[in-house]
């Protein structure tokens, strides 16, 4: 019996995180920022650790509800691509308000009226390619011509966040609807997994043009990819990467801190030096980007994204394979 | 008690050694056949509405899993082939002729299976890819816009191929060891040509080891995640591992059922071709006489050494050179060349918190599992073979299934038995570092058990006997005289456990948690984030960290321990 006790008493040991200052967070940012933001948190927030858990949305999302479902999430933050997402974890009281976040400079339109999430930047969709095979495109247009079609490459909703939100947004379109996916997928254009399969896959040339996050395009451009980015014509769709606390938390204190700092000046100038355009109004877009107010950004109705979210996912599954 | 009496042991068995044999039932219950019999029980359940094996059948009904089925057998069975003709060909070639640099050769050919599967994949994929370092200059990679060759289902089965070569290749060289001298001079005397010596002397007597290896490779194709995972993934080529871990992943733990039912169709796979393998290894067994074994005597020709040396450069030592010139440039897509060439890739993973804690993770819990079952083994063997009695030979048979089964089906198991809160405890495992530990430990016993269990039977009982009869107790004839003997074996079991468990992926993948990642899952996870060229770097360090090991042992290790190490089998 001993040893058992034994092995009982050493398991709990390992099952017990370090108490107290540990805080947990699920997001969808790559790991290399994060361990970036994390570093600069900690400067300001030496007594929190920062656990993180980074994959796409979509599967953010599902290990939350599995957690749910088993009873407790570790999560305390999550941090992840959309606000439709978080309207869902809202909606099933999953989210604990936060009234004392420090909003100013941040457009009201971008803010939930009860203080469950908040915009931490902006995310916009749009056209990457691949510069040593072709020319730069100009419009999404552009990408339905046969020749392109056949050369594209798209991140799927079934995992990305912003990927979820940019099909929502176009099929809500009257000058694009299913109709637009279906001239693609019919010109062989094809589906990956994340934004990341959809870098890959341009920057070492398998295909020539990719629907991308800008960030990811800029920011492998400027390391020597040889990729760029195009702002269509009809303009981007766009996602604010919201931050939010969940209300299981063990932890409120260090959660707010997290979600403070997120929203203060360190953060937002750590976030332009990442390829991200700012959110907090007065600040210079990174260089090489135009300025978020010259930018065209396809409005989207978010009530019919949230209702329709999984319809455009099965849709999308059935056109691009799942 | 009588029953009782007669399971733990018979009437010369002490009270301490029935104390031991009962905690060791109770730790192979609870790491083993309480988790594995749990996934049992799921893909038995009652489906949705109640109906009799519901589960069962909704799986079996769905599309998804027909196909995974099929590509799972079909691929497997295309890698076999793949295998036998590259493994047999090696054998026989290194087997039957004399040539220069012989052990550095064999250690080459070993390669593959000694490289974690989602490396080898990962440095293929740099290889044949439009932008790869080595084809590119020579104007033989693919065309740019076609897409890399082995996103697809012949992908799979040439690389699974290749992985497990050596399975093949191992088997038929011990079985050309033991062909007799006397059997080839004979026919050598009668002027019979070389080429029906091989045909109709040597090929015979080999050809049951090479069914016995392809049935291997076959069992480790099936349960084969990494290479899968990497490929089949993006090309959408389903398989039953990969299926299991995008529904998990996907879906959370609510499909547990339905991938429970997905395990169970991997497992019957698996121990079919394992049970088949033992039948024809008992049925197809000539009786050889003993005598002189053979030695190669003629020297290879120079085009025959220029051919293997080829051979084995496109298998082992190109796609590493891929993958460490990828791991040099500085963004994806930037062609190589020797002026981009820098180490900023590796000065970046390495100041990942995530990348060093992953490594720091792995090497804990591959060195922490490796002293455990060492420390549970050598009971266990002392046990088996001093005092067997049915319980304890029945432990030593159920510690083998965690390895048996595909690693997938163990990590499955071990999320459906520790995920709800433990009793009187009442804390989840998952999401704990603990559930790896158990799951390494469940998963990588076999292979300390079974050198030591083998130089156990090689010992000398009677050692054993005299000390009981001079009056030493339990510890100090397990301590001073059990211990010493197959100390050996228990090392090389123990080295083995930490170069196997530190890159592993397959558990590590459905396992891991925030703060208890892995190297495997860090290399699988920047992959999939788009920055592949720091997937390299980490799988370039962690091959370095491993052959490191691989040096360490061969060091370390002589005599009967280091004939457990792989590549001495060959």
Known sequence: MTRILMLSTALTGLALPALAQTLTVYTSQPQEQMTEVIAAFNEDHPEIEVELFRSGTTEVMAKLQAEFAAGDTPADVLLIADAVAMTQLKQDDRLMAHPDAPVDGIDPALLDAEAMFFPTKLITTGIVYNSSMVEAPTSWADLAAPEAAAQTIMPSPLYSGAAAIHVGTMVQQPEFGWEYFETLAEGGAVAGQGNGTVLEAVARGEKAYGVLVEYMAMNAKAQGSPVDFVFPSEGVTAVTQPVAILAGTDVPDAAKAFVDWQLGRAAQEQSVAQGYFPLVAGMAAPEGYPEADSLSIIGADNAALLSDGEDVKMEFADLYGG | ?570
């Open chain 2, 1 to 570: 008690m009588a029953a009782d009496l007669h399971l733990l042991g018979d009437r010369r068995t002490g009270g301490g050694e029935r104390m031991l044999a009962l905690a060791l039932c109770v730790y192979v219950g609870l790491i083993t056949v309480w988790p594995l019999g749990q996934l049992l029980l799921t893909a038995f359940g009652p489906g949705d509405e109640g109906q009799l094996l519901g589960t069962m059948r909704d799986t079996l009904s769905a599309r998804a899993t027909g196909r995974a089925f099929w590509n799972t057998l079909t691929l497997s069975l295309v890698s076999v082939g793949v295998s036998v003709v590259l493994g047999a060909g090696l054998a026989l070639a290194v087997g039957l002729m004399r040539m220069p640099f012989r052990a550095v050769l064999s250690f080459l050919i070993l390669m593959p299976l000694i490289i974690p599967s989602q490396i080898l994949a990962l440095s293929w994929i740099e290889l044949l890819g439009s932008q790869s370092p080595i084809l590119s200059p020579l104007g033989l990679a693919p065309a740019p816009g076609q897409g890399n060759p082995l996103y697809s289902r012949m992908g799979i089965a040439l690389v699974m191929g290749i992985e497990h070569m050596p399975l093949v290749f191992i088997a038929i060289r011990a079985a050309l060891k033991s062909v007799p001298a006397d059997l080839v001079e004979a026919a050598r005397i009668a002027s019979v040509p070389p080429a029906r010596v091989l045909a109709r002397v040597i090929l015979p007597l080999v050809a049951p080891s090479a069914l016995a290896g392809a049935l291997l490779a076959f069992t480790a194709a099936v349960g084969n995640f990494g290479i899968p995972a990497l490929l089949g993934i993006p090309g959408r080529v389903p398989m039953l591992t990969t299926l299991i871990y995008q529904r998990l992943n996907g879906f959370g733990p609510s499909v547990a059922g339905q991938v429970a039912v997905l395990a169970l169709i991997l497992t019957l796979i698996a121990v079919a071709a394992l049970a088949l393998r033992a039948v024809l290894m008992r049925q197809l067994r000539m009786r050889i006489e003993g005598g002189r074994a053979f030695a190669p005597t003629r020297r290879a020709p120079l085009w025959a050494q220029a051919l293997i040396w080829a051979g084995v450069a496109v298998i082992a030592i190109l796609p590493l050179a891929a993958l460490v010139l990828t791991s040099l440039v500085p963004a994806i897509g930037v062609p190589f060349s020797r002026e981009v060439a820098s180490l900023d890739q590796y000065a970046r993973v390495l100041a990942n918190a995530a990348v060093t804690r992953a490594f720091g993770n792995s090497l804990m819990l591959s060195g922490a599992a490796a002293i455990l079952c060492v420390a549970v083994t050598l009971p266990l063997a002392y046990l088996a073979t001093r005092r067997p009695s049915p319980a304890v030979t029945a432990l030593d048979l159920l510690a083998e299934a965690p390895w048996v089964v595909p690693g997938t089906v163990v990590a499955l198991a071990m999320i459906l038995a520790f995920l709800p809160p433990l009793p009187l405890l009442g804390v989840s495992l998952y999401g704990t570092a603990a559930i790896l530990l158990i799951a390494y430990l469940a998963r990588f016993l076999p292979l300390v058990l079974r050198p030591v269990m083998a130089a156990a039977q090689g010992a000398d009982p009677g050692l054993d006997e005299a000390a009981r009869i001079a009056g030493l107790g339990l510890a100090d004839r397990m301590g001073r005289i059990f211990a010493p003997s197959v100390l050996a074996a228990a090392l090389a079991g123990g080295m083995l456990v930490v170069m196997t468990a530190m890159n592993e992926l397959t558990l590590s993948a459905l396992l891991w948690s925030s703060g208890h990642e892995t190297i495997g899952v860090m290399v699988f996870s920047l992959q999939y984030e788009g920055n592949s060229t720091a997937a390299a770097a980490v799988s370039v360090l962690s091959t370095l960290l491993l052959l490191a090991l691989c040096a360490l042992a061969q060091v370390s290790l002589r005599g009967a321990g280091a004939r457990a190490l792989p590549w001495h089998q060959g």
